[in-house]
């Protein structure tokens, strides 16, 4: 069932456009690094909990959107390979430089898939 890495950031509302910019110019590379699918979602419908939430999580202030994206790949070792790829091309260093949110407040992980319905 592959591999998925998961991330939540809070993206200025100002940014949207810029993050969309910075999306589709790193995708791609991450393609090329393995991934069969990256999938971007700007928060739409994203509740205040009454014990944590995915606002909390990041820390998103009034003037930020909480942002949910994935990439799948097909195992694990894949995965793997290609975060040691992105950690050494100069192009992933580049985008890096130009991130229109806080990257301090990202929260991700990598997940095994336990069902796939």
């Known amino acids: 069932m592959g591999y998925v890495d998961g991330?939540?950031?809070a993206v200025p509302a100002a940014n949207k456009d810029s993050y969309l910019k910075l999306a589709a110019k790193v995708?791609?590379?991450f393609r090329e690094f393995g991934a069969t699918r990256v999938v971007e979602c700007w928060g739409d419908d994203v509740?205040?909990?009454k014990v944590t939430d995915f606002r909390?999580?990041?820390k998103a202030t009034e003037d930020e959107i909480v942002v949910f994206s994935w990439?799948?790949?097909p195992s694990?070792?894949?995965r793997d390979a290609a975060v040691q790829k992105m950690m050494s091309d100069p192009r992933?260093?580049?985008?890096g430089e130009t991130m229109p949110f806080d990257g301090k407040r990202?929260?991700?992980g990598g997940f095994a898939p336990i069902l796939d319905a």
């Open 7 to 9: 991330f939540v950031v």
């Open 27 to 29: 995708a791609p590379l």
């Open 47 to 49: 509740p205040d909990g």
């Open 56 to 58: 909390g999580a990041v």
């Open 71 to 73: 990439i799948e790949y």
């Open 76 to 78: 694990k070792e894949i």
């Open 92 to 95: 992933m260093k580049e985008i």
């Open 106 to 108: 990202m929260i991700f």
